[in-house]
């Protein structure tokens, strides 16, 4: 039987809002409108290129490491631009969408979600070493047992402001199990850094923290604690949601804004063809979003959601995370060689937005 919410709803509290972007970055942030604008934003830098299937970003002490899907591997990037291997993902079984997928440091601990023949996980691995001789170490599981399929398998972990693991689970084609609370598919979990259960999580005994989720892709949080997700729709509508515990985000009876009370609406949808929202980053002021299938960078003021605007449209092909770096800079990760993109020179490549 499904899990009854427990009394205590897990809200992540307020945090120190992450350092405001540079100001050559925030000319374009800080006058969203309804409408895509053509304010005069300079061309990102292509920091470093020649990346195979990237997909995410994390920073350990200002260093950016970065997953490779299809290799398995972990990159450290240097200062130049130039990349170094700091270590493989043991037993990545890649295949479709599946493969070495979200990273997260936490505490000098690498996290990484992976797909293996088991189906998803979460691993732990301790992280030694100076910058240009990192290395990784021994890993310890933190959840498995997660459905994978060549689809739909989520994949973004990150540390919220509360000091928990959140993982984006995906419904690797079960589209029922998005709304089966003792399945981890379709959903958002949230447990410990070593991968208990925190007793105040909306269900008790269980990690599952949002349910009714199709491909959650990208979560992100603002200086008051609200948590964002991205969410890939199938063929009418792409999602920005915002995320309460224990919320039923309505996949599969509902994709889109339903204004079924059974249900959290987004905040905001767009057609896949100009979306495919990825991973995103949340500034002082707005949300910034990485969209794939819409090869475009999109801007969410905080003020008002249901706003956007778009920069970078189909200059850069498919664009799948979005962090801030040291100083305030915008690191974009392209996706143009997984198979669905068409790899210009140089791809795939990271994209740095503002000088520090």
């Known amino acids: 039987m499904p899990l009854a919410p427990s009394s ?15 100001v050559l970055a925030l000319m374009a942030l800080a006058s969203c409108s309804t409408e895509p604008t053509a304010t005069s934003v300079p061309a990102p830098e292509s920091f470093v290129e020649g990346l195979d299937v990237p997909w995410s970003i994390a920073f350990h002490d200002g260093v950016a490491l970065v997953s490779e899907r299809d290799s398995g591997r972990v ?43 088991s189906g998803n996980r979460v691993e732990r691995r301790p992280l030694s070493g100076a910058p240009g001789d ?21 994949g973004r972990i990150a540390f919220g402001p509360d000091g928990m693991l959140y993982v984006t689970t995906g419904d690797a084609g079960d589209r029922e199990s998005a709304q089966d609370l003792d399945s981890l598919g379709g959903k958002i979990l949230r447990l410990t850094p070593t991968g208990g259960i925190p007793d105040d999580n909306p269900f008790e005994g269980s990690p599952v923290y949002s349910y009714g989720h199709r491909n959650p892709q990208g979560i992100a949080w603002d200086a008051e604690g609200r948590m964002f997700a991205t969410e890939f729709g199938q063929d009418t509508w792409d999602e920005l949601n915002v995320i309460e515990p224990g919320g039923d985000y309505g996949w599969p009876a509902v994709e889109g804004i339903a204004e079924d009370s059974a249900f959290i609406d987004p905040v905001q949808q767009w057609r896949p063809d100009a979306a495919s929202p990825s ?47 040291a100083g305030g800079t915008f690191w974009i990760l392209t996706n143009n060689t997984d198979g669905r993109g068409s790899p210009a020179e140089g791809d795939d490549r990271i994209l740095r937005l503002g000088r520090d």
């Open 8 to 22: 205590a709803a897990a809200r992540p509290p307020r945090r120190a809002v992450l350092a405001a972007a540079s």
């Open 134 to 154: 990192l290395s990784l170490g021994a890993a310890t599981t933190v959840i498995d047992g997660i459905p994978a399929a060549g689809n739909h398998n989520g």
């Open 279 to 325: 991973g995103m980053a949340v500034t002082g002021s707005d949300i910034v979003i990485a969209n794939l299938r819409g090869e475009r960078l999109r801007i969410v003021p905080l003020d008002d959601l249901t706003a956007s605007t778009e920069q970078f449209t189909g200059e850069f092909g498919r664009l799948r995370d979005v962090v801030v770096g």
């Open 75 to 117: 990159l450290e990037i240097a200062e130049d631009g130039e990349t170094r291997e700091v270590g493989i993902i043991d037993g990545v079984t890649p295949g479709g969408e599946g493969g070495l997928l979200g990273l997260a440091v936490h505490d000098g601990e690498v996290y990484s979600y992976s797909t293996a023949r």
